[in-house]
């Protein structure tokens, strides 16, 4: 194959063709090279790379470069983990965005010398489609972990935040901790004003639920019926129960009228805490178990009240719940 | 200042005779320790406390940069240099906030002179 | 004649971690936060015996990375880690909030490249050190299980073969993950290599 023929199949390729020599001048420069640079072969021949393109100084691109020439390494560019690197353009004449990259390095042996040879692929498309299919499952992930009603987070949601929070905090030895939520009376509320009134009673309260967290970034999780969760990572048992007590709060006096309470005239919550730095004979069930047991002793209390689980201990006699509003 | 002591401590066997032989060649009158870790440095400084520590960062163990900073709280006179393959500006940055000097591996002649100047300076 | 001495070990592991240093750096310019490598430990075994010594049933699910190297001597550089690892290091250089099973095609592309930083990293700094010249391939990335890992399936090995193992420790945006760094080399390689060590060394003067 004669070189005239060689230079010939590179300008048919789809994808950009460069050889730079040992002192990185360019040497062979395909005709796609031109088609996105709007630079010709005559333009471009004998100019060190760094000058043709002073992007590429200090960055990974030039560093490959190099290593190829003189450690005769290759390497991939990848259009994840690299941007744009060099000004290329669909229509370089009006130019808008760059296009997306995957550039491969290797050395080649030339005249007694390495020079480098640098393969460029238009990733633009596969750049897209990949973005679109990213939103397109984001927004369907989303859907599939919200709470159709409230909007918050559903069961599922929960559930696998329970798992992932779990063992990070099994792993890094710390404290993770877990608010049962439960509205008071909520049945007496939907028997008297209807199952309707009771689904917007339901978001109301998630609302304002989620709005108190906004600051920590905590999200809530609908349970079941009316009963919510909201999971606290590094948050121990004095932190979690004085969130809980400010999300308590926060519902008494948004002023939900509830006339068939028998706690207060307005929607009121119970919260039942629990928090532990996981043993390793504690398991997540152990996490809602006891925050379930704080939420029931709550709820024998009196109801709008919060209680943090207590471990029971013989030695003093205190019971197993701690009240710690009183 | 009497001949001083420096406490050379690296988990790699290499890498404290590479120290050691090159100190030896710039400042023979030095007095040589070793630790293989930042644990056994500690110890050693408890009973012996050396004017000068070269510290490695990456050890089974306790880090480099803990021990730095451990140092600096007890021994505030201890002059330390640490040494390490992990170049990052986030070690760097670490290193100066425990408010101790840094040379990048490799270990050559020109590290460890530049070592030295630092614990002289 | 399977066997590296105290310090010939010690030697590797300190240029490796040389390697891994570098690479290191080059990985938290692109993440523009810290990243930590480091390769605690090293080992020497029978290419056959890979697959039990470090496998196991640890994990099962793999993500690995080859590089061909050839020169003084040659050298498949195998990074590896199990599948769920090699996923959660890609999705917190692409994107920390995207879930492990988004990840596709595109992403493996990424993990290549990340394989290609690390291995180049290492191989260079023996070069460096050793005063000796590598030509080194492109990466390639397979996602397999452990019964079924093409490098290391019979129709490869022979007896002449052995495996430098290390393991690895990643640490990224707080996060920390292990994997294994192999270098499949054959008996003659593996000499050569420590002729390289033995050389540097006496160089250096401490043997």
Known sequence: MNELF????????????????????????????????????????????????PEIIATRLQDCIQQALHFKLSSILTPGLNLAILPLYKNPKAPTQRLEQLIYITPVPRYLQMACLIQIQDMTAT??????????SSSLIATTYRDALTGVGNRRRFDHDLMAFFTDARSKQRSLALLMIDIDDFKAYNDQLGH????????????????????????????????????????????????AE???????????????????????????????????????????????????????????????????DAADFKPDVVNRAM | MPNPTLLIVDDSKMARMMVRQFVTELRPEWRLMEAISGDEALALIEKEPPEFVSLDVNMPGISGLEVAARLRLHHPEIRIVICTANIQDAVRRAAEKAGVKFVAKPITPTTIANMVTLFEE | ???????????????????????????????????????????????????TTLLGSEFSQLSM????????????????FPERNALSIVSHMLDPHMLPEELSEFEQEAMCEIGNIILNACMSSLADEFQIEFE???????????????????????????????????????????GHLLFLLSVSSLNALLDCVDRYLVRLGIQ
């Open chain 1, 6 to 53: 060689g230079a010939q199949l590179l300008d048919h390729l789809q994808s950009g063709i460069i050889l730079l020599n040992q002192e990185t001048q360019v040497c062979v420069w395909n005709q796609w090279m031109t088609r996105h640079t709007a630079l010709s072969l005559e333009q471009v021949a004998a100019q060190p790379f760094a000058q043709l393109f």
């Open chain 1, 127 to 136: 750049v897209r489609r990949e973005r679109r299919l990213r939103a397109q």
């Open chain 1, 196 to 243: 309707l009134q009771g689904d917007e009673c339901l978001t109301q309260v998630a609302t304002v639920l989620q709005e108190g967290l906004r600051q920590r970034g905590d999200s809530i999780s609908r349970y079941g019926g009316e009963e919510f969760a909201l999971l606290l990572p590094d948050a121990d048992i004095d932190l979690a129960y004085s969130i």
């Open chain 1, 246 to 312: 400010r999300l308590r709060a926060l519902i008494e006096t948004a002023n939900i009228p509830h006339p068939a309470s028998r706690t207060k005239p307005q929607i009121t919550i119970s919260i039942g805490v629990s928090a532990f730095i996981p043993a390793p004979h504690q398991t997540m069930k152990t996490l809602i178990e006891q925050a379930d047991q704080a939420l029931y002793q709550a709820k024998d209390a009196g109801r709008n009240r919060c209680m943090a689980y207590a471990p029971f």
């Open chain 3, 1 to 51: 004649m399977l066997e590296i001495n105290e310090l010939q070990g010690d030697a590797l592991k300190e240029l490796f971690n040389l390697g891994v240093g570098r690479a290191a750096h080059s990985l938290s310019m692109m993440v523009n936060d810290e990243v930590e490598l480091s390769t605690p430990d090293i080992l020497l075994v029978q290419a056959s015996e890979v697959v």
């Open chain 3, 65 to 80: 990375v080859t590089i061909d190297f050839t020169g003084t001597f040659n050298a498949t550089a195998v990074l590896l």
């Open chain 3, 136 to 178: 080194g391939g492109l990466p390639m990335h397979y996602f397999s299980d452990t019964d079924s890992l093409p490098l290391f399936g019979s129709q490869y090995l022979s007896h002449e073969q052995v495996v430098l193992l290390l393991q690895i420790h990643l640490t990224m945006r707080q996060e920390q993950v292990q």
